[in-house]
């Protein structure tokens, strides 16, 4: 530590006083006037607590541990923070940052319950750092759980839909949490205890058998809440209609504790060669390629439903879980240069996503809507928002030279160079429809025809449009110079056990095609200095016109029409998959939805049924199959 | 030094020889309808005239950026693509960075026409964005398959190893079917017949250019030279060996946008999806075949 702490506190202490005390003071006093400010003093302290963690974690600390101690069943739980956990503190920590800068100003005034708001996002960060800190699988399962109560406590806010959605979280969090709890007991049945340590000496005495049960409830109760398909239907509206500044947390970091845990399990304990080793018979399919293909299906359905999205918010949610995919395949390719794409995409994301929603809710701030049929025209009035908007999309749509070209650049990269075609050609499809996307979310509300009733709208405060500028800004600068959040990336990925990638400040130096962003961005920013040159130099002065000042098709066009182009923006693309949509993804939710409804009716059947026999002819079934499974069938 | 060189010279000849391929093109399509054609010089004298025009009518600072995006995007695309004799950047930035740098000037002009809040232009983006999604499926396949089996997406390289052993070597040669369907997908991109969806000059008023007058228009030419450019040198580039010197390397380029040009006059114009339907079964069809060659090898 760079600073002295009283009481032998170490800084993750610290960071978890921090947090407690965030959590209880705003619950308190977050309607107050200065509670928005405070709130961002409180995130600001967080972050850099944080920031003070990671330059000793860079020193060579190691891990920093917590003096909190908890003894449960004999067993003594410890919580220790690394590299990997502190990468997603770091996210964490400064998405509330923002979050709470955002909410300080105008936007917090005028909410209703604003003390929920700051003490709902308070306790997020606390049961966030529980869970990156957690020291064994009793602390993770913790963790794990007050994440979950955590996310669906600021879901439920707005009510509405959001809370409907999160309602379905929470039975797919529930799903996800037992089997969590059923991994645990496997492993506590063959290591004796919960320790990381114990479960990794106890790996290579494990049946296949048994491994794959454990590959499967881990990747089923994590993924989750990375929504991977086909968990993927509650994020998107819980997501979408929570307010605001949580709205944009929640998409920043929220479902990346999915991965964080699926990392966590699968790479850092299971390890990838172990996860190599564990085929399907006869066929050669491993079992990490089973992940990489349900991440890639990720990626691209969702990126496609988000197409036809005509609320803005839902168009941001759902590509967010097709970016998630991204990540999860980028880290599966389980090379140095995969797996630092994936986890650089986590930080990138954060960043551009974050801009965009809050972009997206200081249009509502403003306008009062968020239908993409009944905007337009609004970067007259809100310039600000829309640049932050502009760089945004850039970044999500993986386009120099912005930031989130970088981390897809490595994943692309990272397919090719295994020679995995079909996933590389995945990733890239899924691109070509995030930028169709984004032109759509820009275009219907920020070009073509303002309306009348928004002729005398104000850009948003600064309060608001200065977190998701500064956002961008971050976006643009680890664009330029990716070699900064690489950095930051090397911490997680020595902690997970894989090699580091060599890079320098503007990128990578492959033998198969570098990646120099310092020479991209910096040709890019003085070719178009040039075209500024040739446009401003050449040809005769431009004279602006008046938007209402246009025609077409020999008609003027006046304000009182209405001819914005906005409604059903692809209508050829939407008659070629439309059907596709309406068949495969609605039938999709559909089954899923009676899957749910079955399974629940029939364990209420079960458990109103007092037939004692029944009970223990399924834990007799259960046992035997247990035996038979750690006995080593199919070892 | 010759880095600058390079710098100032890649754009220069993109921009030259993107003139040359205009002219070409246009003259086929003249010889095709049994006309003369137009002069040599008529492309240089199209640009001086619409940048000396008189009324140069602006919607908004996105229209003037979206200009600057859009020269600004293909001039440092050519930076990154090398010629015989001309490397330029292509060491810092592979053929992934460039067909995204490639993405940069189109959507500058989506934008650029958003902002001038005409219908027709929006249209016209929709539509060009479609197609975009339309061709550049296949032309993934085509682009990751290649990328295989070269072992490397540095463009140099490419250009290297397809000239260790003469046309035998060309990645038209060790992978025709996928060739082929570069072909294809290449012919969408220029936005020919019968793809031609967002231009429709009696549909929707030739879409994007709608709003585009004067040096705006100017800028959209320019944007269609290099654009003719770009795209011939880049299949050239992948398939056809590059070039040793601009000797050889020149009549492939033309000879790719001939092709395309050639067989462009005879068609009408697809349906928007017609065009989706026909690129998602086709090329990217044939590609795949052309991949499961190039992985089985």
Redesign the interface.
Known sequence: MPFALPFDMTSLDLLMAIAAAATVLLYLFGTARLGGYLATLLHGAALAVTVAMGLDLAAGAGAIPSSLRLTVLGQQLAWTLDGLGWFFLLLTTGAAFFSSWYMAGEWGRVQQRARIQHGTLALNVLTMVLLLSAGDLLGLFIGWEFVSWAAFAMMIQAGGPATQAAYRYMLYALAGAMALFAAILVVHGAAGGFGFDQMRAALPDMSTGMLWTLFALFAGGFGVKMALVPTHLWQAPAYSYTPGASSAFLNAVSARMGLFALILSLVKLIGFDTLAGLRIPMTGIESTDILAWVAAITMVVPTYIALMQTDARMLLTWHGIGQGGYMLLGILVATPLGVAGGLLHVFNYATYQMALILAVFAVIHRTGTADLDELGGLITRMPLTYVALLMGIIGLAGLPPMNGFVSKWMIYKALIVTQQPLLSIAAFVGTLGTILSVYKLIHNIFLGQLRVEHREIREAPWSMTLPMLVLAGIGFVTGFAPGLALSIVDQAQAAMGVALLPHHLGGVVLATGSLNMLWVVGVLVGAIGVGALIFYVLGNRRFETHQYDNYAGGHFLSADIRYHFSHEFYPGLARVIGPWYRGWVVRMEHGLGVLAEVSGDLWHGVFRAAYTPLYVLIVAVLGLFWAGGAGGFGS | MTLLAD?ILM?LVAFVVGLLLVLMARRVRAKIERRVGPPFLQPVYDIVK???????????V?H?LA???????F??AE??LPVPGLDG?A???????LV??M??PM?GL??GV???????G??G???A??A??AY??PY??V???A??SY????LI?IVQIQQQGGPATWGAATMPILAFAGLLATHGMLGKEPFE?YIAPAEI?TGPM??MS??YM??LFVMQCFQLYTVGVLYTTMFLGGGENWLFFLPKVFAVIFISVAVTNVYGRY???D???WM?KWPTGIALVG?AL??VR
């Open positions: 710098l754009p619409l940048y000396a025009k008189k009324t140069q009518v602006s919607h908004g996105m003037d200009i600057m995006m859009l020269l600004g995007g001039i440092t930076i990154f950047l060491e810092h930035g592979d053929l992934i960075t995204y740098i993405m940069v959507l989506a934008l958003g902002s001038c809040a005409n219908p027709n929006s249209i983006i929709s539509r964005l479609t975009m999604l550049d499926v993934v396949v682009i990751v398959g990328c295989i072992g490397t997406t540095n390289d969806i008023a709608t709003e004067g040096k100017g800028a349906k928007t999806d065009v989706i339907r998602w991949l190039v992985m």
